[in-house]
């Protein structure tokens, strides 16, 4: 065995345990959460309640909260029924042991899966973002911020083999840092405290953390890992390929709620979406809610095409590879973990 399958394996073996006791704890999701003759009435039509998994909760995925709150899933018959994973592999795990039917999570979960060539495998049916959405915060900044300024400094950063910690990598590389430290060990929902008692000299954060850090004085924005890597299939809709054969019309209902959604907030304000994401946020104001929708629109983060195409799967994959968590001869075909006619047709009708 080379040294890049002894890396990727515990990615995969994790995903696999974490299955296997999600399954322990929880009824199917697939089989008890879409029998649409329990389900309440809207209109007189029955509504289907869809059991979902968020990666993390971010302003990052605000077109999905903007789906629920201006009632694009229900007015597509649909009811989600949301929780937090923290994490792809996490989310991945829910989508294999039927205690979710839609995860929202790297593609890269997609990879992994097929490539254990088990009963079950997942397909992406929407790509929701264009490129990463962290943003790298420095306690004691130079100025001007000059990536080298990270020789010989901690990062905190996510667990290892996440889009955000392989973008860090990818970016880190890039700029010629060798000498940083990228501090990985520690969970999602503790970085932000880890960092705030003292742990790194920088860390990698999503909003609205970026700019609650910014405005409590602890930490400044140098550097967007989105604007630094460029185009980056981070976030994707997934569902098991069982799911999917099973509830086309679920899937595509689902899609063509989450582009409304995003439609609406390209013709939106930023201070009318914050409205919107408020509920969804306690205890972040509505001024901080508008500014990280400003700088996630500024630098297009959501994805005009929800298609995941060809180029965007290579560009995933290269950077697998290089990151040491995927083999080179096990890359996948496109067609092995893609569907693309439920976003095909969601743009289409939508437009």
Excluded at 57 to 78: C, Q, T, V
Excluded at 100 to 113: C, N, R, T
Excluded at 255 to 263: D, E, L, M
Aim: hydrophobic residues 40%; charged residues 20%.
């Amino acid at each position: 065995m080379n040294k890049m399958k002894k890396i990727s394996g515990p990615m995969v073996a994790c995903i696999t345990a974490l299955s296997l006791m999600l399954t322990a704890c929880g009824n199917s999701a697939q089989t008890t959460s879409t029998k649409e003759a329990a389900a309440p009435k809207q209109d007189g039509k029955k509504i289907v309640e869809v059991h979902f998994s968020e990666v993390i909760r971010s302003i990052f995925y605000a077109p999905h909260y903007i789906a629920m709150e201006k009632g694009f899933f229900r007015d597509e018959g649909l009811k989600v029924d949301m929780m937090t994973s923290q994490g792809s592999d996490k989310g991945a795990a829910a989508l294999l042991s039927g205690t979710a039917d839609i995860s929202l999570v790297g593609p890269e979960s997609a990879v992994f899966i097929f490539n254990q060539h088990g009963k079950q495998s997942l397909k992406v049916f929407y790509q929701l973002t264009a490129t990463d959405g962290s943003f790298l915060m420095a306690r004691n900044p130079k100025t001007p911020f000059q990536w080298s300024d990270l020789n010989g400094q901690a990062v905190v950063s996510w667990r290892p083999g996440s889009s955000p910690e392989m973008v860090m990598s990818q970016v880190l590389k890039k700029n010629q840092v060798r000498k940083s430290k990228l501090i990985t060990n520690i969970a999602s929902p503790a970085m932000v405290g880890a960092f705030e008692s003292g742990k790194g000299e920088y860390i990698q954060v999503y909003e609205p953390l970026a700019s609650m850090l910014e405005q409590s004085g602890k930490a400044r924005l140098v550097a967007s890992m989105g604007k630094a890597i460029g185009s980056y299939p981070e976030t994707s809709y997934v569902a098991t390929d069982e799911f999917i054969k099973k509830n086309p019309e679920i899937i595509q209902k689902w899609s063509n709620a989450v582009y409304k959604a995003t439609q609406w907030l390209n013709e939106h304000s930023a201070e009318e979406a914050a409205a919107a994401l408020e509920p969804y946020f306690k205890g972040t104001s509505k001024e901080l809610i508008q500014k990280s929708v400003e700088r996630y629109a500024k630098q297009n983060s959501w994805a005009k095409n929800p298609v995941l195409d060809q180029a965007q799967l290579d560009t995933l994959q290269d950077i697998l590879v290089d990151s040491g968590v995927l083999p080179s001869d096990q890359k996948v075909k496109h067609e092995d973990i893609v569907e693309t006619t439920f976003a095909e047709k969601a743009v289409q009708e939508g437009n």
